[in-house]
C-alpha cells in the first residue's frame, strides 16, 4: 500500500518521509491501526482518500493494491 502523510504528518514518522510504501497482508488492515503502528495520532488525521475517494478514517480498511492520503486540518485565512 502507497501513504502519503500530507502537511506535517510526516513529522511524526521517523524516517519524517511523506511518501512510505507499507506491507499490508491480501485480507486488509484497518487504516488507523497503520498510523498507530506510525505513530501517527488519528486526531491528528482530518482528512483521509483512499485511491482518490474520500473515506471515514474510522471505517477504513486498507488492502495491498491502495493508494492512501491522509491531511491534517487545513486552515486559511
Same mark, same amino acid.
Given at each position: ?6 502537511g ?8 519524517k518521509?511523506?511518501?512510505? /510504501?507499507? &506491507? ?6 484497518? %487504516?488507523v =491501526? ?6 501517527? #495520532?488519528?486526531? /491528528?488525521? &482530518?482528512?483521509?482518500a483512499?485511491?482518490g475517494? %474520500?473515506? =471515514? ?5 486498507v488492502? #495491498? ?10 486552515g486559511g485565512?
Amino acid at each position: 500500500m502507497k501513504l502519503h502523510l500530507g502537511g506535517h504528518l510526516n513529522f511524526f514518522d521517523t524516517g519524517k518521509r511523506s511518501r512510505l /510504501e507499507i &506491507a499490508v497482508p491480501s485480507e486488509g488492515l484497518p %487504516l488507523v =491501526d497503520i498510523l498507530q503502528n506510525l505513530n501517527v #495520532p488519528v486526531g /491528528e488525521v &482530518a482528512i483521509v482518500a483512499v485511491n482518490g475517494e %474520500l473515506a =471515514d478514517l474510522e471505517a477504513c480498511r486498507v488492502y #495491498p493494491q491502495d493508494s492512501v492520503e491522509v491531511y491534517p486540518p487545513i486552515g486559511g485565512g
